[in-house]
T-cell receptor
């Protein structure tokens, strides 16, 4: 089955700890994205990557870090510098052939920091 | 990236057409209009996209005005399972920027 997989679905961490969220896709897509969603709100872009070994900050990158060492993987680390990390995190991928492509989303990871 | 404006909520009776509007007055010539929907606590699902011509697929129809400053997503026969938040997005070669969307409630 082709798709985009996020793991785990639920994650609990203690305040002050770094945590890494996994995102893997087997769609052979060039571009990958991380979004954050708070209750009752829309999606906000954290980071995106259009090619391996390159990534760009989105609107709310502070307190987060990413890597793109492989085309199929785009892990997101939520660092202790993120002031309010509890949220729903969504990963997406997209074929980078221009404007005319849709994005595919994973089912999300719900992070709770206690 | 062009911004979009959508009503925060809409209601629709089951079996009726749901018409969801979106304003995107700052859209540029090569930006597409995309529609996604998100059912509670799931990842957004792609519905349809278009540039300037009207588009139809098995899920919905997309009507884009001639000046491309607004569009309407049409669900021809809404069902209870169409209850979701619908996002209209304009863009985006390198990124997709989501607004708050329209919360569509389909009722019996």
């Amino acid at each position: 089955d082709g798709g985009i997989t996020q793991s785990p679905k639920y994650l609990f961490r203690k305040e002050g700890q770094n945590v890494t969220l996994s995102c893997e896709q087997n769609l052979n897509h060039d571009a990958m994205y991380w979004y954050r969603q708070d209750p009752g709100q829309g999606l906000r872009l954290i980071y995106y990557s259009q090619i391996v070994n390159d990534f760009q900050k989105g609107d709310i990158a502070e307190g987060y870090s990413v890597s793109r060492e492989k085309k199929e993987s785009f892990p997101l680390t939520v660092t202790s510098a993120q002031k309010n990390p509890t949220a729903f995190y969504l990963c997406a991928s997209r074929q980078d052939r221009g404007w005319d492509t849709e994005a595919f989303f994973g089912q999300g990871t719900r992070l709770t920091v206690v | 990236d062009a911004k979009t404006t959508q009503p925060p909520s809409m209601d629709c009776a089951e079996g009726r057409a749901a018409n969801l509007p979106c304003n995107h007055s700052t859209i540029s010539g090569n930006e597409y209009v995309y529609w996604y929907r998100q059912i509670h606590s799931q990842g957004p699902q792609y519905i349809i996209h278009g540039l300037k011509n009207n588009e139809t697929n098995e899920m919905a129809s997309l009507i884009i005005t001639e000046d491309r400053k607004s569009s309407t997503l049409i669900l021809p026969h809404a069902t209870l399972r169409d209850t979701a938040v619908y996002y209209c997005i304009v863009g985006g070669y390198n990124k997709l920027i989501f607004g708050a969307g329209t919360r569509l409630a389909v009722h019996p």
